[in-house]
């Protein structure tokens, strides 16, 4: 079974300034990676992926993640956040060998400010 | 379709009434998935269907709450005799053979009054 921990819920920020919202995973299989994000009183949107190959990905709006398998992260980064990027955001996992679910973790709030 | 679909938008049901919630995913994915979202909350697993596969059923919260998917495509999630606590969005997603991202519909919210 799988687990992911996202130990901010909630991240508040200024305009322009760098986030890292972090990731922590628990399987004892290899598995795929991803970040959703959820603007308010929207659905889930896919952010970015990590399926194989390079352990830093990049995805829509700026956003970027790196994968660690050794210390099983995978944490997301924008070195510059803008207003329009407050909502909610979302790491999940799911089996490599795939036919699983997909499970999330709890959350990160981020707000950005002013 | 193009995207997953789900029917639904909003639902306000009173207390003790059941209710049917629809999900229609992306045509050619194999794997569909109930969440629901409570206000403010995280994703809470509910079902999970893969092809012809018994069903992952172990995140239905009490036995009101059933799922079926009639020939690979549509699901239909049941609520019976429908609890307060029930008022929540409910997320459906699917994507192909478990081995690709899930993509979401934009959710049923249920308000139970």
């Known amino acids: 079974a799988q687990s992911v921990t996202q130990l901010d819920s909630q991240v508040p920020v200024f305009e322009e300034a760098p986030v890292e919202l972090r990731c922590n995973y628990s399987s004892s299989v290899s598995v795929y990676l991803f970040w959703y994000v959820q603007y308010p009183n929207q659905g889930l949107q896919l952010l970015l992926k990590y399926l194989s190959g390079s352990t830093l990905v990049k995805g829509i709006n700026g956003f970027e993640a790196e994968f660690n398998k050794s210390q099983t992260s995978f944490h997301l980064r924008k070195p510059s956040v803008h207003i329009s990027d407050t909502a909610e955001y979302f790491c999940?996992?799911?089996?490599?060998?795939?036919?699983?679910?997909?499970?999330f973790g709890p959350g990160t709030r981020l707000s950005v400010l002013p | 379709g193009a995207g997953v679909s789900q029917s639904p938008s909003n639902k306000v049901t009173e207390k003790g009434k059941d209710v049917e919630l629809r999900c229609d995913p992306i045509?050619?994915?194999?794997?569909l998935y109930w969440y629901r979202q409570s206000l403010g909350q995280g994703l809470e697993f509910l079902i999970y269907f893969q092809g012809n596969s018994a069903p992952d059923k172990s995140g239905l919260p009490s036995d009101r709450f059933s799922a079926e998917r009639t020939g690979g495509s549509v699901s239909t999630l049941t609520i019976q005799r429908t609890q307060q606590e029930d008022s929540a969005v409910y997320l459906c997603?699917?994507?192909?053979?478990?081995?690709?991202?899930?993509?979401f519909g934009q959710g049923t919210r249920l308000t139970v009054v």
């Open positions: 999940a996992v799911s089996a490599l060998r795939g036919g699983q679910n997909f499970v």
């Open positions: 997603a699917s994507s192909f053979r478990g081995l690709t991202e899930a993509f």
């Open positions: 045509s050619g994915h194999t794997a």
